[in-house]
């Protein structure tokens, strides 16, 4: 295994805060458990906080990435939550977060699991030389892989919160995930790969968000003038499509969603110390499959439940609920030092 670690580069007026980027090389004969292998494939991280700390992996969904923060770049995916003096606090945390694989100029489509996902981390923090994360926190995608993690490798993690992620993929979700990579699949097959993304992302985000939000945003907005023009829902969601063109590629987008579906613990596997937060307008993951892996957990701190408008999308949305249960998990680290944690 060969890899390549840049510099680090300080962030912060205080010299003890930097910013480290990874780039780890994967072997070429690394399989998944597909038995299919990544040639040349790179699992890119970023280490961000204190030079000494606890260490806490942060994860989100299949658009998010090891950029959980702010940089020179713009905003990170969960800005908000990540930073010094935040829920995640950077001050005190030293926070590692990584790109999901496959890449995404990937020329075939491959069948890559969540313990597949929790496989490549253990090869990650072994490159770094950490034997154990003192927390996982993972959201959406992220939280499952952080119980396959809590699953697969139980004497290297001290405790997990997950956040609208379960033990499992429910019916329903597979369902419109399906329809998502068939339009992905046609994509390819017919050369418009972007618009398919495009249009995948709109269906995705009919799923992410709630029934009530989309009410109280364009119930009351004024119809189309003509047939086959755009109601107001629909000029929404044409917008984030467009946004979304370049941010992902067909393949990578199918490999990932079928990861989801893919995706089952054992949660009376989970060991560690267990934060269970959920939303009840969640309609790809439903609270009451958070409640199973909340009941069957043998080391459940916490239950956290919340309604919201913003359905599968909380974790990104709702700052007090989702800090407050970060804050309640988080606690025993900023209350000990980090050796003190991991034994």
């Given at each position: 295994m060969t890899a390549v670690t840049t510099a680090p580069s300080l962030t912060s007026s205080a010299s003890s805060l930097a910013t480290r980027e990874i780039v780890l090389s994967l072997p070429d004969d690394l399989r998944l458990a597909s038995g299919e292998r990544l040639p040349h494939a790179t699992l890119r991280a970023r280490l961000v906080g204190p030079r000494q700390g606890p260490l806490v992996v942060v994860a989100g969904g299949v658009s998010a990435g090891r950029r959980v923060c702010d940089d020179a770049e713009g905003p990170g995916w969960w800005s908000w939550a990540v930073r010094a003096g935040g829920p995640l606090d950077t001050a005190r945390l030293r926070v590692l977060a990584f790109d999901w694989l496959p890449e995404p100029d990937i020329d075939r489509v491959v069948t890559i699991t969540t313990h597949d996902q929790a496989r490549l981390l253990a090869l990650l923090l072994d490159h770094l030389r950490e034997p154990v994360i003192e927390a996982f926190v993972g959201a959406s995608y992220g939280g499952c892989v952080g119980l396959a993690f809590a699953e697969s490798f139980p004497a290297r993690i001290g405790r997990?919160?997950?956040?609208?992620?379960?033990?499992?993929?429910?019916?329903?979700?597979?369902?419109?995930?399906?329809?998502?990579?068939?339009?992905?699949?046609?994509?390819?097959?017919?050369?418009?790969?972007?618009?398919?993304?495009?249009?995948?992302?709109?269906?995705?985000?009919?799923?992410?968000?709630?029934?009530?939000?989309?009410?109280?945003?364009?119930?009351?907005?004024?119809?189309?003038?003509?047939?086959?023009?755009?109601f107001a829902v629909c000029a929404y969601l044409r917008a984030r499509g467009e946004a979304y063109r370049g941010h992902t590629s067909a393949r990578r987008w199918i490999a990932l969603s079928d990861s989801l579906d893919r995706h089952h613990v054992e949660p009376a596997r989970i060991a560690c110390p267990l934060t269970v937060a959920a939303v009840e307008s969640d309609r790809l993951v439903p609270i009451e499959d958070s409640r199973v892996l909340a009941a069957a957990a043998p080391r459940l701190e916490r239950l956290v439940e919340a309604t919201s408008l913003f359905g599968h999308d909380a974790f990104l949305k709702e700052r007090a609920f989702v800090g407050d249960a970060l804050l309640s998990a988080l606690s025993p680290l900023y209350a000990c030092p980090s050796q003190e944690i991991a034994a």
């Open positions: 997990l919160t997950v956040i609208s992620a379960a033990h499992r993929a429910h019916p329903m979700a597979t369902a419109w995930r399906g329809v998502q990579r068939r339009l992905l699949a046609l994509g390819l097959e017919r050369g418009f790969e972007t618009e398919a993304v495009a249009l995948s992302r709109e269906l995705a985000m009919t799923t992410y968000r709630s029934p009530e939000e989309f009410d109280q945003r364009f119930g009351e907005a004024r119809s189309a003038v003509a047939a086959g023009e755009d």
